[in-house]
């Protein structure tokens, strides 16, 4: 998001000169909206009775529910995944088509004016459509792809409709549509590997392989927790959540799902690489810059403008680059650790649980913008997802041959996003229509993408070829055009754009 000089000093000067007349009354509302969202968050019952209220001040962006699986499909585009991964991949890439459906069927089935039998017949449409992808590219047999194909689309949706009331205000159907085809995907893959554990000796395993297993066993048992704290309520307080922490951290490290147990698995993967060492430690002082960033901003004002929090996306963009160009499945582990932490911290600021909720909240309304309308900590969370989403979408990610595609989050919002913000907010004079967008911030947004990427191609660290210079240009623009239009999440939305047309070539 980024406005113009103007409007960006006036919005700026509003918080601040409001700040201090609205402390009282905010603190109180902050109160009462703090336990109106927790019982709404963690009591089925409440979810239940609410009606879905998607985030205010935006449209539904009903068309994101393509991105995942067009995102999925490009890499069939060009050469079929790697061997190994082929039969997984089209497996999550079906379900992702018919989760796009059914997404499409709920759109028709909630909000047009149809017939009893229509909306009859568009129920069923999601489970025939996957059932048939099962049976007809996978080869499965058919009882399994029926009754595979109709759970999964029923569990997607039934998940869909009570996030979308539990979790109020905080997402448009657009947005939830990403992140729980995401959610069910994951899923998905933990279910496949551990059939493929059970089938196979774990010592065959390579390194990658046993990462991403210890990596889905730990986010999996994260699940299983999340879980518990919605469903039992006395699970929710200081001591019986620390314990659930601590037995979480035991079923991580000490599961036997890898040969060695994973503690070990870890530890000689760090330290077999002096390299690794390196980016570990780099690592380890952009976490504390990161909370010297918080600090100081809780510090020195009550809410932070835009440019303080691009901060984020330079941090993020030193986290990611070296960690693909030069160790990428330590930067796999290190976005599914970011990951956990982040859902961690989200729980203890919902539950209120001590000694950390009182800081976390505070760094919450510092740092929200008006994507952030809800309960959850939604901008942070997509920044992380958005940026790990190459990662995570590409089968065999650290093979070598993809690196344009795994720099697609960064490019699209690390880079680019950032520097249109910036431009946008000290240069911008010519706004598109009436967006707060501006036509400079554009031109900078492709400008700043197009320049890293030759910088990266003179230094020698990216190979290009026509093809992919064209793809990168194209890529570029459209996804310009889309941040300068969408009322949707940025941080989310940008980089599936940004793959899908980078992986064309």
């Known amino acids: ?144 792809a029926v009754v595979a194909g109709f759970l999964m689309m029923a569990g997607y949706q039934h998940f869909y409709v009570c996030m979308m009331r539990g979790f109020s205000r905080c997402f448009t159907y657009g947005e939830a549509s990403i992140l729980f085809q995401g959610l069910t995907l994951f899923v998905v893959s933990v279910i496949y590997r551990l059939y493929d554990l059970c089938s196979a000796d774990a010592k065959t395993l390579g390194d990658f392989d046993r990462l991403n297993l210890i990596m889905l066993n730990a986010l999996m048992w994260l699940l299983v927790l999340c879980l518990l704290v919605i469903m039992v309520p006395r699970l929710r307080g200081p001591i019986p959540f620390y314990l659930l922490l601590g037995l979480l951290l035991v ?50 004002s009550v809410q932070a403008n835009t440019r303080v929090r691009k901060i984020f996306h330079l941090l993020i963009v030193l986290v990611f680059v070296p960690g693909v160009l030069y160790q990428c499945a330590l930067l796999y582990l290190a976005t599914g650790i970011a990951l956990a932490a982040f859902v961690v911290l989200e729980l203890v600021r919902l539950l209120q649980i001590p000694p950390f909720s009182e800081r976390l909240t505070e760094a919450f309304h510092s740092f929200r913008d008006e994507k952030d309308a809800g309960a959850l900590a939604l901008t942070p969370f997509c920044l992380l997802i958005g940026c790990s989403m190459p990662l995570w979408l590409t089968p065999c990610p650290c093979s070598g041959n993809d690196t344009l595609l795994l720099l697609s989050g960064i490019l699209a919002v690390g880079v680019g996003d950032t520097a249109a913000s910036v431009v946008g907010s000290k240069l911008g004079r010519n706004m598109w229509g009436n967006s707060s967008r501006s036509l400079e911030g554009t031109i900078a947004f492709v400008v700043a993408i197009l320049l890293s990427v030759w910088l990266l191609e003179a230094t020698g660290l990216l190979a290009m070829t026509q093809a992919k210079w064209f793809a990168t240009i194209f890529a570029a623009i459209n996804s310009a055009l889309v941040e300068a239009f969408t009322d949707q999440v940025d941080n989310l939305v940008l980089p599936l754009v940004f793959y899908i047309l980078v992986g064309l070539a």
């Open 1 to 144: 998001m980024r406005r113009s000089v103007s409007e960006t000093e006036h919005s700026e000067s509003d918080l601040s000169s409001g700040a201090t007349t609205e402390s009282n009354s905010s603190d109180c509302e902050q109160e009462d909206r703090h336990h109106s969202s927790r019982a709404t968050l963690l009591d089925p019952s409440a979810r239940r009775d609410n009606v879905m209220l998607p985030r205010p001040w935006a449209s539904s962006g009903g068309w994101m529910c393509f991105l995942v699986p067009l995102a999925l499909a490009s890499r069939f585009l060009n050469a079929p995944p790697c061997k190994e991964q082929v039969h997984l991949h089209l497996m999550l890439t079906v379900t992702a088509a018919g989760m796009c459906v059914e997404t499409l069927c709920f759109f028709v089935y909630f909000f047009a004016d149809t017939s009893i039998l229509a909306k009859c017949i568009i129920s069923l449409l999601p489970g025939t459509f996957t059932t048939l992808g099962f049976g007809l590219c996978l080869g499965t047999s058919w009882l399994f």
């Open 251 to 300: 079923a991580v490290t000490c599961a036997p799902v890898t040969s060695p147990l994973p503690i070990v698995a870890l530890l000689q993967f760090i330290f077999r690489d002096p390299k690794r060492l390196q980016i570990i430690g780099f690592y380890l002082v952009l976490v504390v810059l990161t909370g010297a960033t918080v600090t100081w901003q809780l510090r020195h």
